[in-house]
Structures are given as C-alpha cells and as structure tokens.
C-alpha cells in the first residue's frame, strides 16, 4: 500500500513518464523516445529558452506535445523568410535560419513561443500561437528509451540553418 501511495504521488506531483510521438522533435528525439518529464521545476522558477517541454495542446487539453521554448513572456517572435527571431523591443535576442511558415506574435504575460526541432515539420506555435504557461506540464529531463540513448537530455538550441 505504501509503495502504490508513493508512486502515485511521485506520479502525480512530480516526474511523469511521456513517449514520443511523430517526426517534429527529430534529429533530437525520435518517434518512440521514451521521457521523464520534471513536473516540479516549473514551480519554483520559470521557462528559459531551450527547454524541451510537454504541455497540453492550447485548443485540445486532452492532447499532449514536446515542443522546444523559442520565445519567453514579453518578447516578440517573428517567423518570416525562412528564419525566426525574437526580439525584445528592437533588439534581436535570437536568431536563426532553417525555419519554413510565418508568423508575428507579442507574448504576453506568462506565454512562450515554442517550435519542434525539425522546422520544417512541425505542428507549433507558427500554426496556433504561444502557449500559456498553464498548459506547461513540465520539462525533459532524461531520456530513458531506447536504452542505447539513456540519458539527460539537451536543452540547447541547435542551430537550423
């Protein structure tokens, strides 16, 4: 009884498991990666850009992504000929090419811009917009399948292009 007690609160309030599904995170993670998601971090500091996150799909809460954290609250992410940037105010804080779509939006309080790794295939916030912070469930945190990629996983942004 005390270990179902344990695991449901470890569960619940702190890791979850999350596999991966389809070809948007990729070369970084593969359809059928299997995750630990940290579910605490986010509770004592916030999002930074690079972070790898699972949060619940804005217009379906029911449905899960992985997507990587581009732009952060306050700051204004442009998608436009083939390459994104975030500005704050008119300085450039990020840039990079290998970016298919548009788009133009001014985050807002606790909202963050979020892209998969494989740009050019990938269902995120130049199709639907930012992601509130409240449909963050956590962040990657290790890799744990397959066994020959056992590991913490990368909060790097890789360059594109």
Known sequence: MISL??????????????????????????????????EVT??????????????????DPSTYF??????LPGERAVVDNG?????????????????????????????????GDNRYNSFDSRSWGAVSKKYLVGIARVRVFPITELGIVNHEILKNG
């Open 66 to 71: 992985i997507k990587r954290i581009i732009g």
């Open 42 to 59: 986010y509770r004592f500091r916030e999002p930074e850009r690079g972070e790898v996150v699972v949060f619940r799909y804005p217009k």
């Open 83 to 115: 390459a994104v940037k975030i500005y704050k105010g008119s300085k450039i804080l990020f840039e990079e090419g290998g970016t298919s779509g548009s788009a133009d939006v001014t985050l807002g309080a606790n909202q963050y811009f979020v892209l």
């Open 5 to 38: 007690v344990t695991v449901f609160i470890i569960r619940t309030f702190v890791a979850q498991p999350f596999l991966v599904s389809g070809a948007s995170m990729e070369p970084n993670f593969q359809d059928g990666n299997y995750l630990i998601i940290d």
